[in-house]
């Protein structure tokens, strides 16, 4: 799915924590969504998933207009905060089925998915345990297998790997993420960990005080540096850092 | 539930022999099974009963019928301890119908016969009622020596006397079903265990009591409390002291045979555990024949004979068993609504929980057709979306019929209770608790929905409607068509309580003045309604002040239009007109409320999460630990 955004801009306050931002995200790209505390992530997370409403501005998908009862377009994606939401009285096997039949994914054969995916996240033992019982990370494991096994077209992630996931499960995220992109998926993801983003993602946002500085393909990126792989984002954040000063 | 006695027994035993086989079928069965000291009070309690009475008719200087005649007296002491036990009767029996039912070696056996769910469940609910009739006779003696201290036979007093024996019968079968069908958690062996704890102290009050005038006053009010009291207060008021409104109570007799006809549908519609199947090809008395059946001592040898083979391997029995027995084991804490937190808790094996997943029960919609009767009815009226959304907000199960029928119960409590206190307080507080109970119903129908708003590990809180494809729009269409599925169950209750406020006041049944009085309640209740969807946006912590200021503005014009429209609804008398434009306008004040939200939601800036601060964090982390517990 096309996402696009025209000059988007949020406000909390005074502060305006998205700045008229413009982007294009074709299909089937993984887009990592970088910046420093305060820059704006997670409210450009929030928007396009319209849990938070800009204040001017649009969003467009597949070139219709985004609106928050266009139940259509929101069906085809879905969104994981950092801290994921959910009943804490419902088990694990109870908020996927209920994710899976709002999203019509219910279809026979699913079941399967659902087992590879639990069992990839190594929460296979836990579908009978509420969730309010979990750890935040196991909690992020439900919602990403909700999420993965529901697979709508775009998969927006709230700092999945700060979410208190262990290395194995954030290995099993980086896997089906992959496979995701591959089968046209578009998953936007928020992170600081730059190293990470640099090896796992198509292309890279870099936002700062709500504005966007970059936004290009990671290969662009490497060929206009001179410094080795791994240090490309940190590079760039330095003369960010030099530019802003 | 099999015909022949020595087949049952030996097939009792095989039951138990490839139970024991299997260790983790064996673990499954000991937890579900009642503890020893179940047993042990069981057996205390049995031989305690007739031990009490033996007492009362014996040791004590008067037989506890002949007390009641002899003296002139009322004696509640005596009622309570029989109505102590004529409802520790009914709770024992329905504990032991669930028992049967849910996890016992009868249902390890039927589930190997040719017999269906509905067949087995009519053989146990025949041998409760003679069981319930044998038992009852402890009970029933009581008033056999009501009876014999008349002295004189077959008058009317006599029949009278029989006739409230039979109802006393009636009443102990008709709360077993309830409490089996309604509160199958009331009857777990725990709850037995208090049950005969409150039974010793009943005894022990009842026996100090005797002589304790100040007490006679409370246990008479025990006695109108609970129903197996009934009979006894209707026999010492109604039959030996002449007075004619104690036989009001027969209306909480229909009202409780009215419930059990429900019950034992409930039962039926509810009872259906076909994939029971312990030890799956093995136990193979899927062969037999209905024929084999009716003939079972003919063909008794052939039948044991197949059981007593011995599997080739134990191992290779178990796993395929376990696939068809978890859908028992869910399906019978979904129905009993027992997911304690131990049990919520607990881990299952990775083949466990492929075997669950398989089974697509996390899938399935909710049986509608298969749920109470207000379930059923609602069936009716939703399309398949609003049926998903209602499941979405009540997280799978509405569970209304259950919550009515408490009501229900509640409610007939409070009338007893109102009644004992008219008789002090006059005829007005029946006006007052009428208007209040009808106050009370807006409280039942807000109802239980906790899938409406979503939290965190934070303590933060979002909006259903903001993290999932479901809009507010929708939620306004549902909560229409749900105010008036629910005015129209409710209604016999509002109509019941207008009624009654309306006697309370002038003395007289008026069914016009009453009827219209209950339409116009059941509208305030549609109109309310209105309101729900809103209360499930949580306040968002990112609006200016000046949209608060708007809100809170609005929300004042608007409240006051509604008592305004409110009072103008009453107060318009006959005119028909400013009647129909005040119910317009309380409609009206709620979708100008929705259609404000859905504004603010689509054209606002406005953010579905709403960040707490940290004292309403810790409170709301502190709710979290409790609702587990607080929602089943």
């Not at chain 1, 992630?157 to 089968?183: Q, V, Y």
Request: glycine share 8%; net charge neutral.
């Amino acid at each position: 799915m096309l996402i696009q955004t025209e000059q988007l801009t949020k406000q909390y306050g005074r502060k305006r924590a998205l700045d008229e931002i413009t982007l294009t995200i074709d299909p089937g790209q993984i887009v990592a969504v970088l910046g420093p505390n305060g820059a704006g992530k997670t409210t450009l997370l929030r928007c396009l998933s319209g849990m938070s409403q800009a204040n001017s501005g649009r969003i467009l998908f597949d070139n219709e207009v985004f609106a928050r009862d266009r139940l259509d377009l929101r069906t085809r994606y879905h969104f994981v905060p950092d801290f994921p939401f959910a009943v804490p009285e419902w088990t694990i096997l109870q908020h996927i089925g209920m994710v899976l039949r709002t999203y019509g994914a219910d279809e026979p054969g699913i079941e399967e998915r659902v087992i590879e995916l639990l069992e990839d996240f190594e929460i296979l033992t836990h579908i009978e345990v509420t969730i309010g019982k979990l750890s935040r990370g196991q909690t992020y494991k439900a919602a990403l297998v909700a999420l993965m096994a529901a697979d709508p077209e775009v998969w927006i992630l709230d700092e999945p790997f700060a979410s208190g996931m262990d290395p194995h499960g954030i290995a099993a995220f980086r896997r089906h993420t992959r496979d995701a992109a591959k089968r046209g998926r578009t998953v936007l993801y928020s992170t600081q960990l730059l190293e990470l983003a640099e090896s796992f993602s198509d292309r890279v946002c870099i936002i700062s005080d709500g504005k966007v500085h970059a936004f290009d393909p990671m290969s662009h990126l490497r060929n206009q540096s001179d410094v080795a792989d791994g240090q490309v984002l940190e590079e760039l954040f330095e003369r960010l850092r030099e530019v802003q000063e | 539930m099999i015909r022949s006695k020595v087949f049952e027994k030996q097939a009792r035993e095989l039951a138990l022999v490839r139970l024991k086989a299997s260790p983790r079928l064996w673990r499954i069965f000991q937890k579900q099974k009642p503890a020893w000291w179940y047993w042990l009070l069981i057996g205390i309690a049995l031989i305690l009963s007739p031990l009490g009475i033996f007492i009362i008719f014996v040791a004590l200087p008067f037989s506890a019928g002949m007390g009641v005649i002899d003296r002139g007296q009322w004696q509640p002491g005596t009622g309570c301890l029989v109505a102590g036990i004529a409802l520790a009767t009914a709770t024992g029996h329905a504990a032991w119908l669930i028992q049967e039912l849910l996890c016992s070696r009868s249902l390890a056996i039927v589930s190997h016969l040719p017999l269906s769910d509905e067949q087995f469940l009519r053989q146990r609910m025949r041998r409760l009622a003679w069981a319930l009739t044998i038992f009852s006779i402890v009970v029933l003696s009581f008033f056999v020596g009501v009876i014999t201290g008349l002295g004189q036979f077959w008058t009317t007093r006599t029949l009278a006397v029989l006739g409230l024996a039979g109802l006393e019968w009636l009443i102990i079968s008709a709360l077993t079903f309830i409490i089996a069908a309604y509160f199958p958690r009331v009857a777990s062996p725990n709850t037995i265990a208090k049950f005969a704890g409150w039974g010793g102290l009943t005894f022990a009050a009842g026996l100090l009591a005797r002589n304790v005038i100040n007490l006679e006053k409370v246990m008479t009010l025990i006695l109108l409390i609970v129903p197996t009291g009934w009979p006894l207060v209707m026999l010492q008021f109604g039959v030996l002291n002449q007075e004619r409104h104690v036989w009001w109570l027969l209306i909480g007799v229909i009202a409780l045979i009215g419930l059990t006809w429900a019950s034992i549908i409930r039962l039926r519609n509810k009872y259906s555990v076909a994939e029971v199947s312990f030890t799956e090809g093995t136990f193979a008395i899927a062969v037999l024949k209905q024929e084999f059946l009716e003939e079972a001592e003919a063909a008794e040898e052939l039948f044991t004979q197949d059981l007593l083979e011995e599997p080739e391997d134990d191992d290779a029995v178990d796993e395929p068993a376990l696939g068809a027995e978890i859908p028992l084991i869910r399906r019978i804490v979904n129905w009993l609504t027992l997911a304690n937190e131990e049990r919520e808790a607990a881990e299952v094996s990775a083949d466990e929980a492929r075997e669950v997943i398989r089974s697509r029960d996390f899938l399935q919609r909710n049986e509608w057709e298969r749920a109470g009767w207000i379930e059923r009815a609602s069936n009716r009226v939703f399309d398949e979306r609003e049926h998903f959304l209602v499941e979405l907000l009540t997280g799978g199960k509405p569970r209304w019929s259950y919550r009515l029928s408490v009501i229900c119960v509640q409610v007939l409590a409070g009338l007893l209770i109102l009644y004992v206190l008219s008789l002090t307080f006059g005829r007005g507080l029946f006006a007052i608790c009428g208007h209040l109970a009808l106050a009370a119903i807006t409280g039942i129908m807000r109802g239980a929905w906790p899938g409406a708003v979503w939290r965190n590990k934070t303590g933060n809180v979002c909006s259903m409607t903001g993290l999932l494809p479901v809009s507010v729009k929708e939620l306004g269409r549902l909560s229409m068509v749900l105010g008036v599925a629910r005015v129209t169950v409710l209604m016999p209750m509002i109509l019941g309580m207008a009624l009654l406020a309306i006697w309370g006041i002038t003395g007289k049944w008026n069914l016009s003045n009453g009827g219209m009085y209950a339409l116009k309640t059941g509208l305030i209740l549609i109109a309310m309604h209105q309101w729900w969807p809103v209360a499930f946006l949580p306040t968002s912590s990112t609006r200016a002040w000046w949209h608060i200021i708007i809100d809170i503005a609005g929300i004042v014009i608007l409240a006051l239009s509604w008592l305004g429209c409110l009072v103008g609804l009453f107060v318009a008398g006959d005119s028909e007109l400013w009647s129909l434009a005040a119910a317009a306008g309380l409609l009206g004040c709620g979708w100008i409320l929705q259609a404000w939200a859905q504004y603010q939601i689509l054209k606002m800036p406005f953010d579905f999460v709403t960040i707490l601060r940290t004292d309403q964090q810790a409170r709301a982390q502190q709710i979290q630990k409790i609702l587990p517990d607080r929602t089943w």
